[in-house]
T-cell receptor, first 114, second 113 residues
Framework: DGGITQSPKYLFRKEGQNVTLSCEQN?????MYWYRQDPGQGLRLIYY???????QKGDIAEGYSVSREKKESFPLTVTSAQKNPTAFYLC?????????????FGSGTQLSVL | GQQLNQSPQSMFIQEGEDVSMNCTSS?????WLWYKQDPGEGPVLLIA?????ELTSNGRLTAQFGITRKDSFLNISASIPSDVGIYFC?????????????FGKGTLLTVNP
């Protein structure tokens, strides 16, 4: 089945530790995005990438890093510099150059701090 | 930055009732998207709107792109228990390389059987 796969579903981070969230898509989408969701809040953009080997900061990039070495993959690293990392993280993708600009989401990763 | 005001924040209704929710903005958007999110899952796209005044249906769901391009509405008719979840609106201001969606904070819908 085509789709966006996020793993793991649940992740725990110890203080001072970096953790990496995986996002893989087999939709052949060009653009990929990472959002953070806090309870009762809208989604906030962390990073996005429109093409392999290129990415841009979103609205809340501090304490996070990404890479885009392959079209299918866009991992997010939550670094120790992110002091409040507990949140639900959503990866999304879309096909560029299409007039129907729909964004599709993965099923999310819940990150908690031990 | 751009903000979307989504209302109501939450709704408690009886099965069979109709539901309406809306999003308003001080900015013009070119595209409106409506998503539903179940607990612990990612948002699922329900309806996409691309033209001012456009009215689009998806089963019991109907959404409209406001003629001012600053608002959008979602209606659910004859609600059922599986309609429970959080509904988000999202607006896109421009296309091309500058694709950044602005999301509302969501409407939590509870349906009592």
């Amino acid at each position: 089945d085509g789709g966006i796969t996020q793993s793991p579903k649940y992740l725990f981070r110890k203080e001072g530790q970096n953790v990496t969230l995986s996002c893989e898509q087999n939709l052949n989408h060009d653009a990929m995005y990472w959002y953070r969701q806090d309870p009762g809040q809208g989604l906030r953009l962390i990073y996005y990438s429109q093409i392999v080997n290129d990415f841009q900061k979103g609205d809340i990039a501090e304490g996070y890093s990404v890479s885009r070495e392959k079209k299918e993959s866009f991992p997010l690293t939550v670094t120790s510099a992110q002091k409040n990392p507990t949140a639900f993280y959503l990866c999304a993708s879309r096909r560029q150059g299409c007039s129907n600009e729909k964004l599709f989401f993965g099923s999310g990763t819940q990150l908690s701090v031990l | 930055g751009q903000q979307l005001n989504q209302s109501p924040q939450s709704m408690f209704i009886q099965e069979g009732e109709d539901v309406s929710m809306n999003c308003t903005s001080s900015s013009i958007f070119n595209t409106w998207l409506w998503y539903k999110q179940d607990p612990g899952e990612g948002p699922v796209l329900l309806i996409a709107l691309y033209k001012a005044g456009e009215l689009t249906s998806n089963g019991r769901l109907t959404a409209q792109f406001g003629i001012t391009r600053k608002d959008s509405f979602l209606n659910i008719s004859a609600s059922i228990p599986s309609d429970v979840g959080i509904y988000f609106c999202a607006g896109l201001r421009s296309g091309g390389s500058n694709y950044k969606l602005t999301f509302g904070k969501g409407t939590l819908l509870t349906v009592n059987p």
